[in-house]
């Protein structure tokens, strides 16, 4: 059975060829590419244009561009980070497209960083064994990227753009086919109050889901919305479990809550030192990367290290770099350290891991196809395959681009073949869609507290089964919330919180960024191999 979140009946509909929820880098690219295929194409947004996580990414985007390189070693580091389980046909196509991607991102006006020979210049992060990062402002890629693809939409005047809409659920066809979202906008936007967009395909391309824990890199605006929307579509969710925490994070303090600032893996790749309150290198003969480990094994490392030492936070010492260099290469973090009244040129950085990406998401082929016909995903929503159980450092922009590239051109395909015919609402399963009783708003600060106590860092059947204690007294089906923004987000962040902590529970293993200190090693006779929602179905 699927199930909808209580809403309003539609007030207004329209209707496009392709509505893409989402607007960073996966969103962005599927509707410039489908409109240069002759496909309308509609944008919604939660918040305005430019508000997603695409334009916090710090360090860049990792392709095989530098000499010596070559896509097989880009392949070999993506596999050892995902910890065996990663799809390697996927990472295969998103390595070898990746830097032809890359160059079409230029093309179209994204402008990184050159050498005095007009060179992209390169830098490593954790995980990779060459430079193969490219990045624009320093540690501003991000927000480069972000600016060239929001200024090609505004270009074209035939690409609709719904901005302060939040997403609710996916309408069906007759046949079950993805034919349109329901959907509310907010004031500041084009239409008020909850719609509806019919559309012959749904491209969900709405980024993470990191508000579910207190602290995290992530903005306000990502709370799962895409995950929840389908599981209550019934489409497959696989890998919930691997939440990679990112190593660096400024740390201000325990009771720190929402997005945290980050300090990019590059400063290590260009030779800062993790060290401990004595300046002692404690990430030295513990991998041959040293400080440039994959994420998952510094993260471990620093809070082992605060573990063993009962502390709340390391440093990341790069007094060393001066301050020409500071200003020049990572002007945003120095920025954001001195707003805190940290002084990098002259005092080490106080770090902790934080709540960062989601390597699992919404189960995808190598086109972005998910399980419902018609439904669609790329980019921090889906899985697709590439980053299994730990992500590589800077693989996440290039999976954006690539998949979304991926998905345009299957839509255009089936459009070319006359397959991406119209579609009609089936009005009497949406009645029967089940409606999920909203949490109340404040349920959202509770669910946060929850997850990173008892399925943070470190989990154990002990500490999981307190979270899914805790989170499955939240709801209150006598005195449910009323429709609004706020309740709606609370009930996605319920509805992933609750899949994530089953997913993590039942793997009864450490892989990648999945810790259980109860099952503190590997079993690839047991676990090599996905958890897939909704819970019940096979693992595989």
């Keep these: 059975m699927t199930h909808r979140l209580t809403a309003p009946a539609p007030g207004w509909t329209t209707s496009t060829d392709v509505v893409v929820v989402g607007s960073g880098v996966a969103g962005l690219t599927v509707a410039l590419n489908a409109r240069k295929a002759g496909l309308r194409a509609m944008v919604v947004t939660k918040a305005m244009l430019d508000d997603g996580s695409t334009r916090w990414a710090q360090g860049g985007v990792a392709a095989a561009l530098g000499e010596g390189d070559t896509p097989e070693q880009h392949l070999q580091d993506t596999l050892v980070a995902g910890a065996g389980l990663c799809d390697e046909e996927a990472v295969r196509t998103l390595v070898t497209e990746g830097p032809d991607a890359v160059r079409r991102l230029i093309e179209l006006g994204a402008e990184f960083d050159l050498d005095e020979d007009g060179e992209i210049v390169l830098t490593r992060e954790g995980g990779h064994h060459r430079r193969r990062i490219a990045h624009a402002g320093g540690d501003a890629t991000g927000a480069e990227i972000e600016r060239a693809l929001v200024a090609a939409v505004e270009a074209d005047p035939g690409l609709e753009l719904i901005e302060h809409a939040l997403v609710l659920d996916l309408l069906t066809d007759a046949g079950g086919h993805a034919s349109g979202v329901t959907l509310h906008v907010m004031g500041e936007g084009q239409r008020d109050g909850v719609g509806a967009i019919l559309a012959r395909a749904v491209v969900l391309a709405s980024g993470g889901m990191g508000q579910v824990f207190s602290a995290t890199t992530n903005p306000a605006v990502s709370t799962g919305d895409g995950v929840a929307l389908a599981l209550r579509a019934g489409a497959e969710v696989t890998d919930l479990e691997f939440v990679q925490f990112h190593p660096t994070v400024l740390f201000l303090g325990v009771d720190a809550q929402g997005q945290q600032p980050l300090v990019s ?75 805190h009244g940290i002084d990098p040129v002259t005092e080490p950085i106080p770090v902790a891991p934080a709540v960062h990406f989601a390597s699992g998401g919404i189960r995808t082929d190598l086109h972005g196809r998910t399980t419902v016909p018609g439904l669609y995903a790329c980019g921090e929503v889906a899985c697709t395959g590439v980053h299994g159980a730990n992500r590589l450092a800077s693989n996440s922009l290039l999976e954006g681009l690539v998949f979304a590239e991926r998905i345009a051109a299957d839509l255009s395909a089936l459009a070319e073949a006359g397959q991406l015919p119209a579609r009609t609402v089936n009005t009497d399963a949406a009645r029967a869609a089940a409606p999920v009783p909203l949490l109340a708003a404040e349920s959202r600060g509770a669910i946060q507290q929850l997850m990173s106590t008892g399925a943070g860092v470190i989990r154990s059947a002990e500490s999981l089964a307190a979270t899914a204690k805790g989170l499955a007294a939240l709801p209150d089906p006598a005195h449910p919330g009323s429709p609004s923004v706020e309740t709606w987000e609370a009930t996605n962040l319920h509805q992933v919180a609750t899949a994530l902590t089953a997913a993590a529970a039942l793997r009864e293993e450490t892989r990648g960024c999945h810790w259980r200190e109860d099952f503190p090693d590997r079993d690839d006779t047991d676990w090599q191999r996905h958890v897939i929602h909704p819970l019940g179905t096979e693992c595989s």
């Design 265 to 339: 893996e590059a400063v290590r790749g260009e030779g800062a030192h993790l060290v401990d309150a004595d300046g002692v290198r404690f990430m030295v003969g513990q991998h041959e990367l040293a400080e440039l480990a994959p994420r998952d094994i510094v993260a471990k490392a620093i809070t082992r290290r605060m573990l063993a030492q009962g502390t709340q936070n390391m440093y990341l010492d790069g007094r060393h770099f001066g301050a020409k260099m500071w200003e020049h290469r990572f002007p945003t973090i120095l920025a954001a350290c001195r707003t």
